[in-house]
């Protein structure tokens, strides 16, 4: 079994207030793994601390063997360990291709400029629409990024994550605020950009996180209530009462 991403003692307190109290977590190279737990469980500020958005209070974060504690997110991001929307957001009024162009700019640690020739930022098209298409946004390569669809949107979001050639990939909720439709597709997305890395994603859609993930860790209160598959998760008494039992009275 190799690691790709492990958490020791993960602790982070807010004057006081302990967010996330001595968590051991150990993401598989190759797997999806979700994070999981009821409102107030403390998982943003864990999925903040192991993409390096906060800094621990206490413990240590490793990423391929490699004390990742005290980096900064971009620093991680060179590393391959990218979180989605690490280009903060897209751009509304670029086309997708030019979104995605800015990424595979920044990548290569260039600053985007527009006032460049076409010929010039032309160089990046062809693994830029090699992405498009991965996400399967071929069609709309031309459109305008705020015209898309919210599902679309989102879609944009990850396949300008992927143009920073990540070996791991952090998701945020990507299925937040999606319909049934977008959910299928996303889910698909994610399954077929996780064949050759490894994800990790926090996300509160149980059936997505079944369907998903090979393995998954519930929080409550900050600290690892339990952990498995979805089949063992789902059967424990103290997860149904905490979390499932929850959404589902």
């Known amino acids: 079994m190799e690691i790709a991403l492990q958490a020791t003692g993960l602790t982070k307190e807010f004057k006081g207030f302990v967010a996330v109290n001595n968590v051991d977590l150990s993401i598989e190279k190759g797997t999806i793994h979700a994070l999981i737990g009821p409102n107030g469980a403390g998982k943003t500020t864990c999925f903040n601390l192991l993409t390096k958005f906060l800094q621990p209070t206490r413990g240590t974060i490793k990423y391929e063997g490699r004390d990742i504690t005290r980096m900064k997110p971009a620093e ?14 897209i751009f509304p009024d670029l086309t997708v291709l030019q979104n995605v162009r800015v990424a595979l700019q920044r990548g290569r640690g260039e600053s985007y400029d527009f006032w ?7 160089r990046f098209d062809d693994r830029a629409r090699a992405f498009i298409d991965e996400v399967g946004l071929t ?27 990540p070996d791991m990939l952090l998701l945020d909720e990507p299925m937040a605020g999606m319909g049934r439709e ?68």
């Open 139 to 165: 069609e709309f390569t031309d459109e305008r990024a705020a015209a898309l669809p919210y599902g679309r949107k989102r879609a944009l979001e990850i396949a300008t994550t992927l143009a920073l050639s």
């Open 116 to 122: 460049r020739s076409d010929k010039i930022l032309s």
């Open 182 to 249: 977008d959910v299928e597709r996303i889910s698909k997305l994610i399954q077929k950009i996780a064949e050759n890395r490894t994800v990790l994603m926090v996300e509160h859609n149980l059936s997505v996180v079944a369907d998903l993930s090979d393995r998954i860790t519930v929080l409550a209160r900050g600290e690892i209530l339990a952990e498995g598959t979805y089949d063992e998760i789902s059967k424990a008494p103290e997860v149904i009462e905490a979390y499932i039992g929850a959404s589902h009275d």
């Open 76 to 89: 991680i991001a060179r590393l391959g360990m990218v979180r989605s929307f690490q280009i903060s957001a």
